[in-house]
């Protein structure tokens, strides 16, 4: 390679030392983690940085099960600075699934774009803020570092945050209070920029705003929608076979209005937007949280997080961000206690920015408004929350291969399998159920 060289191990790291340097074997993926193309902008990234002589190590980033979306490579660049010292770079490149099911039942060529896109984003609201001189700005996500977006060579790269410090929690473990707390500030600070541009750069939201349009969830292919309804009643008659006929003959009336259509319901629930609408997270796993730990006294709460993976952001309510963070990442233990203190936070927080960002929270998005819209778009939550439990308390070992499947029914039928941890996600998922019914999150699709 003209402007450097590099060495490219494509081994899970879990089988390094059964086997290196190895690219195409079973046990490796099942395309190079990087494309050569990629590397050459890499390469080129690290001498627009100023550096010569630049290495490149490229190693696998994740294991089965913690990424669905895509294959993550640690990057590590070594080279020179301009005085002759040795400098490392510590980057993480996500590269895109080739396999052509795959791709287009995911819609990986839009969620791709839609990264990038909100990587770029962040530069232009991390400049409104600092317009406002703000004191504690949202900046909870990675530093971006290139793209490159050509069909199914689709790969972005950011800083590696683990290289900082930050760590990701086991997906399996719900998250206590103080973990709730950081996501709930954060979330506030994030959605109240919205409502600030709203206010005071109209236009430019207006543009930001159309640009965001849901696009992954939302289809007229009447096919892949009845596959939808298919997987989804066979789903939804496993999460009412979770509840008793007798003692629980209201909440299963409650979630019998979302069993009769529960995927026009959520596409209706993810496009209908208003003047409380706003450029959302989207992807509000476990997984897509990255914590820091600083305090030796306390080391098991944290001091920070980051916000991973924006491939689903979209414009919508903030009920989308909330209720999917709360039923995938929450106990039902955990929701009785502290539900409504941990959304008084996030009201909290997004009228503090809110505030110091010059608009008036009361007038922008009272918090009757906020309860409005928890009422009106929570089944979404409820809908992802459920589904990535699923996958969430599965061990790596049966995760399904999503990218193997040679047909639709074969991809939608790999959802269909039972966890050796089944009992953990029947009590979790019932938890969800008995929530979305005690805060009468069903009830406005009594009538439609």
Known sequence: MENGTHTLDTTDTSEISKSKNIENEEKSPPQKLLHDEVIDALIKEAEKRGLSDCQLDITSGSTKGDNFMGILAIVKVTG?????????????????????????????????????????????????????KLLQPFNAHPKFVLSYLEPYKESFVMEDLKAEGYVLR??????????????????????????????????????LAKEREEKIFVTD?????????????????????LLNEESDAEVIKSLKYYCKDPVHFNMNTITETNEYSVIGHGDCWTNNFIWKYEDAKNPEIPTKVCILDWQLSRYGSVALDLSYFFYACTTQEFRE??????????????CSHLVEMGSDPERMFPFSALINELKHHCTFGFYMGTMVLHIMISDNTEMPEFSKTDNVDQFMESFDYKSVNEHLFNERARGVILHMHQKGYFDYLKDK
């Open 221 to 241: 292919d009447e096919e892949h929608i009845q596959n939808m309804i298919k997987y989804q009643d066979n789903f939804n008659n496993k999460l009412l076979a």
């Open 170 to 207: 086991d997906r399996k473990q719900p998250l206590d209070i103080n973990h709730v707390k950081h996501v709930m500030r954060e979330y506030g600070k994030f959605h109240a920029i919205s409502f600030a541009l709203r206010d005071q750069k109209p236009e430019l939201f207006a543009k």
């Open 80 to 132: 020179k600075n301009i005085n002759g010292e040795k400098v490392q770079l510590n980057w993480i490149a996500k590269a895109a699934p080739q396999t052509d099911l795959y791709r287009s039942m995911l819609k990986i060529d839009i969620a791709y774009a839609t990264e990038v896109y909100m990587y770029k984003l962040f530069d232009q609201l991390d400049e409104f803020q600092a317009e406002k």
């Open 337 to 350: 206690k502290h539900y409504d203190k941990m959304i008084q936070l996030y009201y909290y927080s997004l």
